[in-house]
């Protein structure tokens, strides 16, 4: 038969155009609430199905009100189940078999049954039989269940086997319905929740708007407490016993005062400072909504427990913004960190996991075959049920999967970019999706042995420590456009400014690094592409004038393709091409005969002027900056401590600036308290070079050997190979006994760490954490310029090792770049590694005790002047 003669209406155009209309075979679950909302469907279900001709039974078996009024044409056949499980089956099975082929049939709620019953898992066996025999004789069925009321391992079953399931509920005054499973078709839209407003079903595309809504909605928790006599179940327990008692503080007797901070250190860890934190603005309710979106079992480690914090921090507040009308809700999920030993175990990982731990090295080929290893692992049913679970409850939105170690976004301890996060497209079958998501988990924990992250541990004298790794679930804030899905807005925002670039910048108000699209390319260095800085005191102020604000850029968005299903990066000006995103004159300049101006209307679609990612007016004539002012005036008041945030953001239609806070850590500042004056009296022949625009602070004496890479050998390198290899020779140096030993100075052009090699030397943070000064030469006719990385894990990294960094200028007169020394001195690199011969040509390795008859170097790095100068002792 042709597919398209198997369709058929449901009765309600809209309802037809969200599933692509209902096939015979199809039984049809509905989860409601209430009977109402069931009566909603198959009314207009039987008097289409009439209209058409049609066979129609209504199977009366409940004691509740009838959900359908007697009609001509339809039948109603009562049958009882009170004469159990089998008798009722089998009569059922009878009257199915009697009618026979294409019947349209509507049951009562199913929920009854459990009361005649008494166990879920009958009710189960019951859809299990009856559903594919009707599907055989390609009928269509209606069932009903009572959302919240049943065993996930009972809904699971019936999931698996109906053709359609679909979530029914009310927000405020408003309803909606959300498909989860409909079998053998798909839109882009089809598996998001819809507003129900006549006969016009929206899809929910913004992302504040569908977790507001998700979240909202009266929901099953995840997590269904056992009757163990584990501590993590039994405090639980006497916790939930005595709900009502603990939400009023004036009951609260010390016992459960004890209990509660119990489960606290069970869930989110037992840190000093972060048991201060989470026994002032944690409260039980907050602590039940982390076990109702927890799967399995553990901890939900640090970044979670940092966003958690920070949201309450800001809700609490008593300052002159009301943070409940700025902050998105949040509706995120926690895989618990026991789930994480529970794959390592079932694998036959975890010795691997341990041996690796113990080892000095692992190279990025042998970090492949551990990821190999990780994504052929399984996960066990009851935790893979769980997962479908919650990729039910996200539909087709976009979400990332984010590491949250227990030792991760801890006080001292930030682990910035070592472990990874995915981006889920999420579009897809609902088996695609469970896929692709299980493949991201697997790839955060593979991460967990990642070279960068051991040798950070390692660092920072944490490779003995119990590293678990638990998983943070967010959903992907912004909205479609297009075929694309990305924020308005997104970036990272500091407590401290370490990059003061004039003297009339405050430095304890913080600095905004801001971006179009996904916030990846505000923590990344990413090719020839800036963000927007923003000192917080003076957000006017750009390092840049003139027309080397269009050098110093956004040119680049990152986003997600929905279409392709991947996480990609595009120019700009193709994706806002039609100049019609919302608020876009916000968010960029306009260049015209050598001019940049403002736009001063909100529509650009006729303009024909080339736009440039400026967001001036959205500084001028928002409250963007005075939010996020407040917003870390309050956080750093609350910790006590510098901090480091992430987060998104838009306008909504009303003009108001929207917050979504991804992530809340404390950060490092070097310096604070450190009082540095730079030599004055230093001979010329002993200077190596200065710097003018330090952002870095300390004093580093007794250096040994000088990586020098020639800016202009660099450039003129013409195999690609040559300068990826490069960055492996910097690590091999790195790690060599005497260079840790005797100390290091590494000086490249432009960019370290770049993902762009013609930029600058392609390293990790494991290629050069044993350096002491991290230099960045600028030589602008050779493409290499320093970016001023503030706030980017990149720099965050060189901030918590210590390691100075400076961006010099040799064409600068003030640098005093001693060009002579650098390029007489021998070369040293084939003493220290003989199999690097084919790269001395491109880099130098200088010993300045041999070079210069016992000399060694010395730096000094002042931010508060922003000067620094490397001399020899």
Same mark, same amino acid.
């Given at each position: 038969m042709d597919r398209t003669a198997r369709n058929v209406k449901s009765g309600i155009s809209a309802l037809d155009q969200v599933i692509q209309e209902l096939r015979l075979g199809d039984n049809v679950v509905w989860q409601v609430d209430s009977l109402d909302d069931y009566a909603h469907f198959t009314e207009p279900f039987v008097h289409q199905a009439l209209q058409d001709e049609r066979t129609c039974v209504y199977l009366r078996f409940a004691p509740h009100e009838p959900i359908l009024k007697p009609v001509e044409g339809l039948s109603i056949i009562e049958v009882d189940p009170q004469a159990g499980f089998d008798a009722f089956s089998g009569e059922v099975h009878n009257i199915i078999e009697n009618l026979g082929k294409e019947v349209f049939y509507v049951f009562d709620n199913l929920s009854a049954l459990v009361v005649e019953w008494a166990t879920d898992e009958l009710l189960a066996n019951f859809f299990q039989v009856t559903c594919p025999f009707?599907?055989?004789?390609?009928?269509?069925? +209606?069932?009903?269940?009572?959302?919240?009321?049943?065993?996930? /391992?009972? *809904?699971?079953?019936?999931?698996?086997?109906?053709?359609?399931?679909?979530?029914? +509920?009310?927000?405020? @005054?408003?309803? +909606? $319905?959300?498909?989860?499973?409909?079998?053998?078709? =798909?839109?882009?839209?089809?598996?998001?929740?819809?507003?129900?407003?006549?006969?016009?079903?929206?899809p929910l595309f913004q992302s504040g708007e569908a977790a507001w809504v998700s979240a909202s909605a009266s929901r099953k928790p995840l997590h269904i407490t056992a009757n163990s006599i584990a501590p993590w179940e039994s405090v639980f327990r006497k916790l939930i016993q005595n709900r009502e008692v603990c939400r009023q503080e004036s009951g609260m007797t010390p016992e459960f005062t004890a209990l509660k901070q119990e489960l606290t250190r069970m869930i989110i860890g037992s840190h000093p400072e972060f048991n201060r934190l989470t026994d002032t603005y944690l409260d039980l309710d907050d602590l039940f909504a982390v076990r109702d979106r927890l799967i399995g079992s553990g901890r939900i480690g640090g970044k979670a427990a940092g966003m958690l914090l920070a949201r309450k921090v800001l809700l609490k507040s008593k300052g002159d913004m009301d943070f409940s009308q700025i902050l998105e809700t949040h509706d995120s999920f926690?895989?618990? /960190?026991?789930?994480?030993?529970?794959?390592?175990?079932?694998?036959?990982?975890?010795?691997?996991?341990?041996?690796?731990?113990?080892? #000095?090295?692992? %190279?990025?080929?042998?970090?492949?075959?551990?990821?190999?290893r990780f994504l052929e692992g399984g996960f066990p049913p009851q935790i893979v049920?769980?997962?479908?679970?919650?990729?039910? =409850?996200?539909?087709?939105?976009?979400?990332?999967?984010?590491?949250?170690?227990?030792?991760?976004? #801890?006080?001292?301890? &930030?682990?910035?970019?070592? =472990?990874?996060? @995915?981006?889920? &497209?999420?579009?897809?079958?609902?088996?695609?999706?469970?896929?692709?998501?299980?493949?991201?988990?697997?790839?955060?924990?593979?991460?967990?042995?990642?070279?960068?992250?051991?040798?950070?541990?390692?660092?920072?004298?944490?490779?003995?420590?119990?590293?678990?790794?638990?998983?943070?679930?967010?959903? *992907? /804030?912004?909205?479609?456009?297009?075929n694309y899905f990305f924020p308005s807005l997104a970036g990272v925002a500091f407590s401290h400014n370490l990059y003061a670039w004039t003297d009339r910048i405050d430095p304890q108000k913080g600095m905004i690094r801001l971006v179009f699209g996904l916030g990846t390319r505000a923590v990344n260095r990413v090719g020839d592409d800036y963000p927007r800085m923003i000192a917080v005191s003076h957000p006017q102020l750009r390092p840049e004038t003139g027309l080397r604000i269009t050098k110093y850029s956004q040119w680049d968005v990152d986003l997600i393709d929905l279409k392709a299903n991947s996480l990609e990066t595009k120019p700009i000006e193709d994706i806002l091409a039609d100049r019609d995103y919302p608020n876009l004159h916000l968010m960029v300049s306009l260049l015209e005969d050598g001019y940049l101006s403002d736009p001063m209307i909100g529509r650009l679609e006729n303009t024909r002027q080339h736009f440039i990612m400026t967001f001036n007016n959205l500084i001028n004539r928002t409250d963007f900056v005075p939010i996020i002012d407040?917003?870390?005036?309050?956080?750093?008041?609350?910790?006590?401590?510098?901090?480091?945030?992430?987060?998104?953001?838009?306008?909504?239609?009303?003009?108001?600036?929207? $917050?979504?806070?991804?992530?809340?850590?404390?950060?490092?500042?070097?310096?604070?308290?450190?009082?540095?004056?730079?030599?004055?009296?230093? !001979?010329?022949?002993?200077?190596?070079?200065?710097?003018?625009?330090?952002? %870095?602070?300390?004093?580093?004496?007794?250096?040994?050997?000088?990586?020098?890479i020639d800016p202009k050998k660099y450039a003129a390198i013409e195999s690609p190979d040559i300068k990826k290899s490069l960055g492996r020779i910097v690590g091999k140096i790195n790690e060599h006994p005497q260079i840790i030993?005797?100390?290091?100075?590494?000086?490249? !052009?432009g960019r370290w760490g770049s993902s762009n090699i013609d930029l600058g030397v392609n390293v990790s943070y494991a290629d050069i954490n044993n350096t002491s000064v991290l230099v960045e030469i600028a030589r602008e006719e050779a493409g290499h310029v320093p970016e001023v990385s503030y706030g980017t894990h990149f720099f965050l990294d060189l901030v918590e090792a210590q390691i100075i960094y400076l961006p010099v200028y040799p064409a600068d007169p003030d640098a005093d770049f001693n060009v002579e020394l650098f390029d007489?001195?021998?070369?040293?690199?084939?003493?220290?590694?003989?199999? &690097?011969?084919?790269?001395?040509?491109? $880099?130098? *390795?200088?010993?300045?005790?041999?070079?210069?008859?016992?000399?060694?170097?010395?730096?000094?790095?002042?931010?508060?002047?922003?000067?620094? $100068?490397? +001399?020899?002792?």
């Open positions: 009707l599907f055989e004789l390609d009928t269509v069925a +209606y069932f009903a269940l009572t959302r919240g009321q049943h065993a996930h /391992s009972a *809904v699971a079953r019936i999931r698996d086997t109906t053709q359609v399931l679909l979530d029914v +509920y009310h927000v405020q @005054e408003n309803m +909606y $319905i959300h498909p989860l499973k409909v079998w053998d078709r =798909y839109t882009p839209q089809m598996f998001l929740p819809h507003l129900m407003s006549g006969n016009k079903w929206s926690y895989i618990g /960190s026991d789930v994480f030993f529970t794959f390592l175990v079932n694998n036959d990982l975890f010795r691997m996991r341990l041996q690796l731990s113990r080892s #000095s090295h692992i %190279s990025r080929e042998e970090f492949d075959e551990v990821e190999r049920e769980q997962f479908r679970d919650m990729l039910d =409850y996200f539909g087709q939105a976009p979400i990332i999967v984010r590491s949250s170690s227990l030792l991760e976004d #801890s006080f001292g301890n &930030a682990f910035a970019g070592k =472990y990874r996060s @995915e981006f889920c &497209a999420n579009q897809g079958s609902p088996d695609e999706r469970l896929k692709e998501f299980m493949n991201a988990v697997k790839l955060v924990y593979a991460s967990a042995l990642n070279p960068d992250a051991l040798t950070y541990r390692r660092a920072r004298g944490l490779g003995e420590n119990d590293e678990q790794m638990a998983i943070l679930v967010q959903r *992907v /804030s912004g909205m479609p456009y297009k407040n917003m870390l005036t309050t956080l750093t008041k609350a910790y006590n401590h510098p901090l480091d945030t992430e987060f998104t953001a838009f306008i909504d239609d009303s003009g108001r600036v929207r $917050i979504n806070l991804l992530q809340c850590r404390p950060m490092r500042v070097p310096g604070l308290s450190e009082a540095i004056e730079l030599p004055a009296d230093i !001979p010329r022949e002993r200077i190596l070079f200065k710097a003018n625009r330090t952002i %870095s602070s300390g004093i580093k004496s007794g250096i040994r050997h000088i990586l020098y030993q005797d100390k290091i100075i590494m000086m490249g !052009p007489n001195m021998p070369n040293t690199l084939c003493d220290i590694l003989p199999e &690097a011969e084919k790269f001395a040509p491109f $880099i130098k *390795v200088i010993d300045l005790i041999q070079a210069t008859n016992g000399r060694s170097a010395k730096v000094v790095a002042d931010p508060k002047t922003q000067k620094s $100068i490397c +001399y020899l002792e």
